[in-house]
């Protein structure tokens, strides 16, 4: 496996649409490797066409249909070659010019192979699309989430993008939204359905409906550790705001990276 980078986003917009996007796009400025197409879930594996073999990279894109307008998009860019040791920031900025053409923002012709061209469109990190009306530091991971309480601007759970940056951590669907930021937060933890029900604090956090759900669980689904939980500071004390990871291939390493970039932010 080569040096990689991938991204979860919720995309506002039907899978066909998605697939179709990502098809005519990959066939013109990418190799295409392999489409697999089913009603709910598609991938698709793309190859840069770059003179620069130690440069060249694997996209694979993979489309869940949460609803009929809706789609989970998961765009994975990984460095191919052997001799490569460091991506210096390559696989992001492939990332990030794919969603930024999915969701309108780039035409085609600024999704580019070459290198010159893509250093100089991304030399100046991009907002986050749900921006706050100011300019975002570095966005360090986007993974998808579905928020189950504990905070007070947001009052019934959402699936959405949990997002950290070197400076906070934000939560972001279409329309509610809220921000945590470091001054905040007190601790971040890991955990499962069966350890939040030992947690009388967690428990009184969580959404009642979540809570039924979880209480109905399998044993196996109780004890995935497919959930984290941030300590804050709230405007009433201490807080427990609890997200599952969702449409993630790797959960638990998915959300031991954002442990890790949150803890290192609030040390």
């Known amino acids: 496996m080569g040096i990689h980078t991938e991204e979860d986003r919720l995309i506002n917009l039907p899978k066909s ?34 003179v620069f073999v130690s440069k060249e990279q694997r996209i694979t894109i993979t489309l869940n249909e949460k609803d009929e307008k809706s789609t989970e998009v998961m765009i994975r860019s990984e460095m191919i070659s052997n001799t490569q040791v460091k991506d210096h920031g390559e696989n992001q900025k492939k990332i990030s ?77 279409v329309g509610p939204r809220f921000r945590i930021l470091p001054s905040e937060i007190k601790k971040v933890t890991i955990c499962s359905s069966s350890e939040i029900v030992l947690n009388s604090k967690w428990q009184a956090s969580l959404f009642k409906e979540k809570l039924e759900k979880d209480r109905n669980a399998s044993d196996r689904e109780k004890e ?15 807080a427990y705001c609890i997200f599952r990871a969702e449409g993630q291939f790797e959960v638990e390493k998915s959300l031991q990276k954002a442990q890790d970039l949150i803890n290192n932010f609030i040390k």
């Open 224 to 238: 995935k550790k497919n959930k984290i939980v941030i300590d804050y500071v709230s405007d009433d004390g201490l």
């Open 97 to 173: 010019a794919l969603f930024n053409y999915l969701e309108g923002r780039n035409s085609e012709n600024q999704v580019s192979d070459n290198d010159e061209t893509d250093v100089k469109k991304s030399a100046r990190p991009k907002s986050s699309f749900f921006s706050f009306g100011k300019e975002k530091a570095k966005r360090d991971m986007c993974m998808m989430a579905t928020y189950l309480g504990g905070h007070k601007d947001l009052d019934k759970s959402l699936r959405g993008n949990l997002e950290i940056y070197s400076n906070e951590v934000d939560f972001t669907v």
């Open 17 to 50: 649409h998605c697939e179709e996007r990502m098809l005519a796009l990959g066939k013109k400025k990418y190799e295409l490797k392999k489409h697999v197409h089913e009603k709910k879930k598609s991938m698709i594996v793309l190859l840069t066409k770059t």
